[in-house]
């Protein structure tokens, strides 16, 4: 079946931990992003990569960083800079132009 | 910056009523226009989009571009207890990257 898995699908950290959440499609989509939702908000974008080896970033970098070395693969690691990390992250991806989808999503918590 | 708006909600309706879900966006130069539904705890998946101005129809779900008046619409008929979820406007435009509403909470009511 073809799609897009994150994992792990719970994250618990300790504040001041980096922590990689992990993004895998099957789709043979181009394009993947990272976005974070948090309660009542919509969706927020962190990074986003149109090709391998390449990324941009988002509206709300500061604090994650990103590589896309695979096409499949494009994982987000949450740095210790970022100051509210307690989120639900969702990680999407779309064949260029069209529209996205997304994987199931990995809901963070740190203390 | 590009702006996605919609109505908060929460829409309640009944059940087997008709559900009309609004939003409006800022770019004119928007092209691409989708509707996700996310349940709560869950991802947002994808159930219409449109890129041509006028309605597209998938069973009981009826998408309304209007270019003009920068305003796209999401119909669900006969409403059931399962449509009952968060509704996600999605609007992109040249650099294909789409900027989401904040979404609106539909409740259907048996």
New interface residues.
Partial sequence: DGGITQSPKYLFRKEGQNVTLSCEQNLNHD?M?WYRQDP????R?IY?S?IVNDFQK?DIAEGYSVSREKKESFPLTVTSAQKNPTAFY?CAS?A??????????TRLTVT | QKEVEQN?GPLSVPEGAIASLNCTYSDRVSQ?F?W?RQYSG?????IM?IYSNGDKEDGRFTAQLNKASQYVSLLIRDSQPSDSATY?C?V?GGS???T????TSLIVHP
Avoid at chain 1, 40 to 43: I, K, M, R, S, T
């Fill in positions: 394009a992003y009542g908000q919509g969706l974008l986003y149109q988002g969702l779309s260029s132009v069209y529209e996205q989808y997304f994987g199931p999503g | 908060s691409s989708f996700y869950k991802s947002p998946e994808l989009s996600l999605a992109s294909y990257i789409p989401f509403g904040r979404g």
